[in-house]
């Protein structure tokens, strides 16, 4: 039975057993030994497998699915095998969370194609844990040390973009955003900077539309609650100026106004966080790397994943002061 202590529990799932989440997750918890408890809920044949990294012995618990055929086993593939132990993993850690074994989820990548390959038709995490946890309400936010961005609209193709960006869905992002600011991060009186969705925020109609019948009534609408809120802005600006401290969060309208600059600025330090779930989900800003895995694994690198360990942990730190 473990020992109860102070330190926050971090559960990781390992994410698709034939990727670098195995060795990343082994590596990041060398380097963070001491700092947390952690909980791995994976695969004990497969970590066992990862180059010259062993469980740790201390701090560390294995929850092992055992769901893996090791005879058939190698790094670098994709099957529909490993997606459905991937979503394994993150059934096995939602059931911990529930039970109170674990303060929070660190999430390793999953390979979307394996997991739709295994039967089960979610985008990515956020979407599985929101279906899993009946959220409707849930906010993909990226980050690193330089800046902070809250997505509109996520894993949807760009011509189907400006439907989704309405009023409601504006609103309901950015109030979303503001709040997580105050109770997870801890910032006070949260600065928001809204970016348009066209070019120069449409240079007042020129260019587009959605500027000034959408994203202007959903500013006017929220400025008796947020009172540090700007926009809509050219999205270049809004971002240099959040990158400039003076805003503490950008929303963007798409994916890649978000992911660009986030990667450009440094993915290798990049963390993903779900606001609005019933507890605290980070996961590292990267995928799978099959490539990487199957060729030369022990080169790859948990900086990211080091980082949303640490959010995770910060976070619902924060958390529990408010309880």
Do not use: W
């Not at 529930?98 to 039967?119: F, H, Q, R, W």
């Amino acid at each position: 039975m473990r020992k109860s202590t102070n330190k926050i529990k971090v559960g990781i799932t390992m994410g698709d057993p034939s990727g670098i989440g195995p060795v990343i997750t082994l590596k990041a918890i060398d380097k963070l030994k001491g700092l947390f408890d952690f909980v791995i809920i994976g695969d004990k044949g497969v970590l066992n497998r990862a180059p010259n990294f062993k469980l740790p012995t201390s701090n560390c618990k294995l929850v092992d699915l055992k769901n893996i055929n090791y005879k058939s086993f190698s790094f670098g593939k994709v099957k529909p095998e490993y997606g459905k132990a991937s979503i394994q993993y993150l059934d096995k850690a939602v059931e911990l969370i529930k039970a109170g074994e674990i303060d929070c989820i660190v999430t390793c990548p999953i390979s979307k194609e394996a997991i739709n390959l295994a039967g089960f038709r979610y985008s990515g995490h956020t979407e599985y844990f929101s279906d899993r946890t009946s959220t409707k309400n849930f906010v993909m936010m990226l980050l690193n040390p330089e800046i902070k961005i809250s997505l509109v609209t996520r894993h949807i193709a760009l011509k189907k973009v400006p439907a989704f960006i309405t009023e409601e869905n504006i609103c309901s992002t950015v109030m979303l955003t503001f709040n997580s600011l105050r109770r997870l991060f801890s910032v006070g009186k949260p600065r928001i900077a809204v970016c348009g969705l066209n070019p120069h925020a449409s240079d007042n109609g020129l260019i587009g539309n959605e500027e000034n019948q959408v994203i202007i009534p959903a500013i006017k609408r929220l400025a008796p609650e947020i009172k540090h809120i700007a926009g809509p802005l050219s999205a270049d600006v809004a971002i240099a100026k959040t990158r400039q401290k003076e805003y503490d969060c950008a929303i963007a309208m798409y994916h890649d106004q978000a992911l660009i600059p986030l990667k450009v600025l440094g993915d290798s330090l990049g963390v993903n966080i779900t606001l609005g779930l019933p507890f605290i989900r980070t996961s590292p800003l990267h995928g799978v790397a099959f490539d990487l895995a199957k060729t030369a694994a022990n080169s790859a690198k948990p900086d990211s994943l080091i980082e949303a360990i640490k959010l995770a942990a910060r976070c619902a730190a924060n958390l529990k002061k408010r309880v």
